[in-house]
C-alpha cells in the first residue's frame, strides 16, 4: 500500500513541479536574460534600504550602473550595517522584516549573523523545488520514497536580539515554505525534534538508529566525513543499536524517539563481523553529499564503503544564498541564473558575469541574493565546465587562500591569528596551524612551532577551546568530524614551509607570512618523515 501511494505522490510532484522545471531549462538557455531579470527585481528590493541609498541604487538600474554603484563587499565591510539592521530592524541593508538571523563563522571573529527575509528563504525552497523535481525525472527510482536528511543540530542555546528577533533557524526545514516542509515530513525517517539535542552523543545515536531502522532509499548530508562517523559509531555501539532498535524506541534525554520494528536480516548483517552495509542499508539508492574540493577524499572513502550508491554532488550553497542546483542527469551544478546575480572574479581580479564564464576557469564567486548581500564575495571558488543549455556548470573547488575548510569548519586566518594571540607561546617563535586529513576524510589541526611554549601540556585544551568560539569549528569538533587539536615542535618550521611552498612554484619573496595553511597536502609535505614522535614532539588535546 505504502508503495502505491508513494508512486501517486511522487507522480503529483512531478506534475506540480514539471513548469518550474521547463521554465529553469529555460532560464538556463538564455542566462543573460534571466540574469538580468533577476538583478532587476533584486536591485529594485535594494534601492528601497539605506545601504541602497548610500550608494546611489535607483529602480530600474541595470548592471553597469549597479556595477558601477556598489562596491564588492565581504562580511567585515557589511558587519556595521548589519548591527544596525538588527539595532533598528527597518529596512537599513535589506528590504522588508528579517525573519530570522542564521549564524555562521566569520572571517575576523568567531561568528556573523546573515539576516533572512521572505524574498532569501523562497530562494532557497525554490532551489530545493528544482532538486527535488530534476531527482523525480532523472534520479534513480523510488519505490517508498523515505529519506534520511541530516538535520544540523542546535548545539547552541537559542538566541534572540535585542528586538526579539530570532537567531538561528530551529530546522534546516526552516529554509523551506510550509507546504513543502508538511510534505517532506511525510518522507522524512528522521523526526525534526532531533535538532533539539544538544548533546553529540545522544544525537549521534538517534541519527545512527533511525539510519539503521528507517531503511531509507536517499541519504543527504553537508559533508561525507559526518556520514563516516556515523557508520563508525554503529560499528562502535552495534549493541546499543541493536537494544534499541529490539525495544522500539530510543530514550535520551528525556525524549523519547521512536524506531520502526527490527527487520531480521538487517539485524544479523548488524552482528557480523566486518559489518555488511549493502546488508544493512539495503534500500539505500542515493546519498547526496558534498564530493568537490576539499571534500573529495572523504567522499572517494565513503563510495568505497558504499559502492552500490550514486552519489550525487551537493549544490553550492551558502548560508548567504544558495548559488547552483545539482542535476541528476549530467551529474554537475549549474547556477540558479533566475533567482540569484552571480558574479565571477577570475585569477588576475577581473569580474565577469556568469554566462561570459569560459570552459576550465578558475573563479572566485561574488553573488547578490535577493535579501540585501549585495556583491558579496563569499569565498568560494568554483571552475566553469560543461555548458546545459548556454549556461555553464559550476563545479566547487575550495574556499580562498585564507581559509581553512576540510569538514565545513571554515578556519579564516584572521580569526587562527587572534586565537594564537591568546597562547602562551614564545613570543618571537613561529607558529603555524595546519589542517591534516585522516585516511577516512575526517580531519584535525596541528600547531606547528619552532620552539616548545612553557606549559606545552596545557596548549592544545586552550587552543581547542579558542578554536572553538568558531561556530562551525565547534559543530564539527562536537560531532566527530575533527579529532582534538595537537602541538608539535619543529626545528626550522617556517624555512621548512618556505621549501615546501617554493617546490610548488611560488616565488619565495612572494610568500606572504600566515599563520595558517588551508591545503593538507602542504601540511603533509612540512611533517613528511618527521612526523614521529621525536624530531616532532607532540602534544594532544584530551578532547
Not at 548592471?63 to 548589519?82: E, G, H, I, M
Not at 534572540?160 to 528577533?165: D, N, P, Q
Not at 545515536?205 to 559526518?226: D, K, Q
Request: one cysteine or more; proline letters at 8%.
Amino acid at each position: 500500500m505504502r508503495r502505491l501511494l508513494v508512486r501517486g505522490a511522487t507522480r503529483a510532484m512531478a506534475c506540480v513541479l514539471a513548469g518550474e522545471h521547463r521554465a529553469f531549462a529555460n532560464a538556463l538557455r538564455t542566462p543573460r536574460t534571466a540574469q538580468d531579470a533577476a538583478l532587476r527585481r533584486i536591485v529594485d528590493g535594494l534601492a528601497d534600504t539605506d545601504y541602497g541609498r548610500a550608494h546611489g541604487v535607483r529602480p530600474g538600474d541595470g548592471y553597469d550602473a549597479f556595477r558601477d554603484k556598489l562596491p564588492v563587499v565581504s562580511y567585515d565591510d557589511l558587519a556595521p550595517w548589519v548591527e544596525r539592521q538588527a539595532r533598528e530592524e527597518g529596512s537599513v541593508l535589506v528590504p522588508g522584516p528579517v525573519r530570522v538571523y542564521e549564524k555562521t563563522s566569520g572571517s575576523s571573529g568567531p561568528a556573523k549573523h546573515v539576516p533572512y527575509t521572505t524574498p532569501l528563504r523562497r530562494a532557497f525552497d525554490r532551489m530545493f523545488r528544482l532538486w527535488l523535481a530534476d531527482l523525480l525525472a532523472d534520479g534513480p527510482y523510488l519505490s517508498t520514497g523515505r529519506a534520511w536528511i541530516s538535520i544540523s543540530p542546535r548545539l547552541d542555546a537559542p538566541e534572540r536580539t535585542a528586538r526579539g528577533v530570532p537567531v538561528g533557524l530551529s530546522s534546516d526545514l526552516d529554509y523551506l515554505e510550509g507546504g513543502w516542509r508538511w510534505l517532506l515530513r511525510r518522507f522524512l525517517v528522521l523526526p525534526p525534534t532531533v535538532a533539539q539535542m544538544r548533546d553529540p552523543e545522544a544525537l549521534k545515536r538517534i541519527l545512527a538508529g533511525h539510519l539503521v531502522a528507517g531503511r531509507p532509499e536517499i541519504v543527504s548530508v553537508w559533508s561525507p566525513s559526518f556520514l563516516t562517523v556515523l557508520l563508525d559509531w554503529i560499528t562502535g555501539h552495534r549493541e546499543a543499536v541493536l537494544s534499541d532498535w529490539r525495544t522500539g524506541a530510543i530514550r535520551v534525554e528525556g525524549s523519547v524517539f521512536p524506531l520502526e520494528r527490527v527487520v531480521p536480516a538487517i539485524a544479523r548483517a548488524l552482528e557480523r563481523d566486518p559489518i555488511d552495509w549493502r546488508q544493512v542499508l539495503p534500500d539505500l539508492r542515493l546519498v547526496s553529499c558534498w564530493t568537490d574540493g576539499p571534500a573529495a577524499p572523504a567522499a572517494a572513502h565513503l563510495r568505497q564503503r558504499l559502492p552500490w550508491v550514486i552519489f550525487q554532488p551537493k549544490g553550492l550553497l551558502a548560508t548567504e544564498a544558495p548559488i547552483t542546483v545539482p542535476l541528476a542527469g549530467p551529474g554537475v551544478c549549474v547556477p540558479l541564473v533566475h533567482d540569484v546575480f552571480v558574479e565571477l572574479a577570475d585569477l588576475s581580479g577581473a569580474i565577469h558575469r556568469v554566462d561570459e564564464a569560459e570552459p576550465g576557469a578558475e573563479y572566485s564567486v561574488i553573488v547578490t541574493p535577493p535579501g540585501g548581500f549585495a556583491r558579496y564575495r563569499l569565498g568560494d571558488r568554483v571552475r566553469a565546465g560543461q555548458s546545459i543549455g548556454a549556461t555553464r556548470a559550476l563545479t566547487f573547488v575550495g574556499r580562498d587562500d585564507d581559509v581553512s575548510d576540510m569538514v565545513g569548519e571554515k578556519l579564516a586566518e584572521r580569526f587562527v591569528r587572534g586565537a594564537l594571540a591568546g597562547l602562551p607561546l614564545v613570543a618571537d617563535s613561529f607558529r603555524v596551524l595546519v589542517p591534516l586529513r585522516e585516511p577516512d576524510g575526517r580531519g584535525r589541526y596541528l600547531l606547528v612551532v619552532d620552539r616548545a611554549p612553557a606549559g606545552q601540556d596545557d596548549v592544545p585544551v586552550r587552543l581547542d577551546a579558542l578554536l572553538q568560539q568558531a561556530h562551525r569549528y565547534r559543530e564539527a569538533r562536537r560531532l566527530g568530524q575533527l579529532a582534538p587539536p595537537a602541538v608539535a615542535v619543529l626545528s626550522h618550521a617556517e624555512d621548512r614551509l618556505l621549501d615546501v611552498l617554493a617546490s610548488r612554484g611560488i616565488r619565495r619573496g612572494a610568500i606572504k607570512p600566515s599563520c595558517l595553511v588551508g591545503d593538507p597536502e602542504v601540511s603533509q609535505d612540512l611533517l613528511d618523515s618527521r612526523w614521529n614522535g621525536r624530531e616532532v614532539p607532540v602534544r594532544e588535546s584530551a578532547g
